[in-house]
């Protein structure tokens, strides 16, 4: 039983295409991000969402398109991709009213863009 | 803005040696602090927390106490085992909007144990 997933695990494409990155948590909280770590190892915040309403949006191209359904979904949608998006992406989630505030990540999703 | 200063690796060391990664953090305000532990091929697992000055957050023999004076959240270990070989993260979070936090990280230190 899964706390947060992501599909797929590893995703090859080329230059200029789209891809879509989708991820799912069972937590039961009610908000969500995408983070991006490059090759070495730098993880930086995307987006988040708060009961599918976006609340961080960092500086981001806007061919990076994040998508919430539901509360417990957030997908990551990518237009024309570049070499530069390569790098591994993390879906995580959080409960607002937990004091921590600590964040459960998924296992990622390499993306390597030729 | 809010930054996350942690010592770069990679950290060798034998089993049972003792173990240090310093981290230091400027914010505006109280932070919440973490250690995130990334194993090889794998996401990221919470490995311990402090919430406010003085706390000490304590998990799998790793142990950090929340300096605001010093604003540092050291992560330490008595004995080391070839199982914690992995990269370590020290971040912060504050609340946003009151929905959600926003976690900033250091940029990761590589330890790596010897049998």
């Known amino acids: 039983d899964t706390a947060v997933s992501q599909t797929p695990k590893y995703l090859v494409t080329q230059m200029g295409n789209d891809k879509s990155i989708k991820c799912e948590q069972n937590?039961?909280?009610?908000?969500m991000y995408w983070y991006k770590q490059d090759s070495k190892k730098f993880l930086k915040i995307m987006f988040s969402?708060?009961?599918?309403?976006?609340?961080i949006n960092e500086t981001v191209p806007n061919r990076f398109s994040p998508k919430s359904p539901d509360k417990a979904h957030l997908n990551l949608h990518i237009n024309s991709l570049e070499l530069g998006d390569s790098a591994v992406y993390f879906c995580?989630?959080?409960?607002?009213?937990?004091?921590?505030?600590?964040?459960?990540f998924g296992p990622g999703t390499r993306l390597t863009v030729l | 803005g809010n930054s996350v200063t942690q010592m770069e690796g990679p950290v060798t060391l034998s089993e049972e040696a003792f173990l240090t990664i310093n981290c230091t953090y400027t914010a505006t305000g109280y932070p919440s602090l973490f250690w995130y532990v990334q194993y090889p091929g794998e996401g990221l697992q919470l490995l311990l927390k402090?919430?406010?000055?003085?706390d000490k957050g304590s998990n799998k023999g790793f142990e950090a106490t929340y300096r605001k004076e010093t604003t540092s959240f050291h992560l330490e270990k008595g004995s080391v085992q070839v199982s914690d070989s992995a990269v370590y993260f020290c971040a912060l979070s504050f609340r946003i909007k009151a929905a959600g936090n926003k976690l900033t990280f250091g940029g990761g230190t590589r330890v790596l144990v010897k049998p």
């Open positions: 995580a989630s959080s409960q607002t009213t937990s004091g921590g505030g600590e964040q459960f």
């Open positions: 969402y708060n009961n599918k309403e976006l609340i």
């Open positions: 402090a919430t406010k000055a003085d």
């Open positions: 937590l039961g909280h009610d908000t």
